[in-house]
């Protein structure tokens, strides 16, 4: 009855406070911000809950936009993610503006929880997300030492309760060639644009080699300055990804070998620098699952998938899950036609059917704090569950 009574609280809180986060979540949407830069985002989100009751520690695990708001004391430490950096051109192409608001939100009202049953809500502002890994930065410095539970969600196409995330590490590379006017003395240069192409296309061919669910995929970053000039220079950043770390080691040796492979033949001469983070995959906890899509559809969404076996992508959260009990949950703002990573996704995300997903989220995780720390055994079952899978 208890757990009844904190969840109507909850929903009347945040539709109190709708149009407030949906302000917040525009306003960041306005100002797409990239990687540990995210100041005026990282500034708002963390203002709005200090302005809230909550304790607030800015610059945390040495990053400047990283910031730790808590709420409470004691046991169990409930951590709620807070994403907010966007996508060079595309901006808010993945929806982070409803990722930090929904998490905010859902600290906000889980006050009321803290306040009749005890415990403690943390929300965590992770800057970095899409390629940079913050939060593997601040799991190294501590900063989920003291943490139980982990929960986020993400904005989608369909509701689903856990997804696939692959292990992931970035790889760049430089060819280094001779210029030489391209007409008159070609066989004077040594063309590392050449390499590069000659790289991606060994990689295509590699990859009907791998595994399903493995994915290779690249940019060129630089590929010369002039077409009469035959390239001395070339740059190029990949992305490597595996379901488990066993495939990602042994795919980065083949990989490797397509940008050696490219310098022999082009007489280029080849550097590298594989990233000094890697994504993890993500751990799923089945019971949190559970608990999480419950309360979403007891607010009218139907959970589309349960558990969708096909990979999403990768994140830093995959990290969180392997040291601490997570659930990842995505929520429809968009139509199946729309993919993430797209300016129609990013139309999506400050649309009405967005600031609704980012209303149901922040619910539902509350409502999910409530019965972590309202329910007997709940928390026990949870730790079970990250301990046997």
């Known amino acids: 009855m208890e757990a009844k009574r904190l969840k109507e609280k909850i929903k009347r809180e ?227 990804r595996a379901a488990d770390y066993g495939y990602l080691e042994e795919l980065k040796g083949k990989v490797l070998n397509c940008f050696k492979g490219a310098a022999l033949t082009t007489g280029a001469r080849l550097e590298y620098r594989w990233g000094d983070k890697v994504y993890a995959p993500l751990k799923n906890n089945a019971v949190l699952a559970k608990l999480f899509s419950e309360n979403l559809e007891s607010l009218g969404r139907h959970i589309d998938i349960f558990d969708l076996p096909v990979p999403i992508g990768s994140s830093d959260m995959g990290n969180v899950s392997q040291v601490v009990p997570s659930v990842h949950p995505m929520i429809a703002v968009a139509s199946t036609g729309v993919s993430l990573h797209s300016v129609e996704f990013a139309s999506a995300a400050a649309s009405e059917a967005g600031h609704a997903g980012m209303l149901d989220a922040a619910k539902a995780m509350a409502m999910t704090v409530a019965d972590v720390i309202g329910q007997p055994g709940a928390l026990e079952k949870i730790r079970q569950a990250f301990q046997g899978s």
């Open 14 to 240: 945040l539709e109190k406070r709708r149009g407030e986060l949906v302000e917040l979540s525009l306003k960041i949407h306005a100002n797409p911000e990239l990687g540990f830069q995210e100041v005026k985002a990282a500034s708002w989100l963390s203002g709005y809950l200090e302005d809230s009751g909550f304790r607030v520690e800015r610059g945390i695990a040495g990053l400047a936009t990283a910031w730790r708001a808590t709420y409470g004391r004691g046991k169990p430490g409930i951590a709620l993610l807070a994403e907010y950096d966007a996508l060079p051109e595309i901006g808010h192409g993945c929806g982070h503006n409803i990722i930090a608001t929904a998490a905010i939100g859902a600290g906000v009202a889980s006050k009321a929880v803290v306040d009749a049953l005890g415990g403690r809500v943390i929300v965590l502002g992770t800057p970095g997300e899409e390629t940079q890994g913050g939060k593997i930065d601040m799991i190294n410095r501590g900063v989920f030492d003291d943490v139980d539970i982990a929960v986020m969600v993400h904005p989608s196409m369909l509701n689903i309760a856990m997804v696939k995330m692959l292990a992931c590490i970035s790889l760049e590379v430089e060819f280094f060639g001779k210029a030489a006017h391209a007409a008159v003395q070609p066989a004077a240069g040594i063309n590392a644009l050449e390499a590069v192409i000659s790289a991606f296309t060994a990689i295509n061919s590699l990859r009907q080699h791998m595994r399903e669910e493995a994915r290779v995929h690249g940019i060129i970053t630089d590929g010369g300055a002039s077409p009469n000039v035959v390239p001395p220079h070339s740059a190029a950043r990949f992305l490597v």
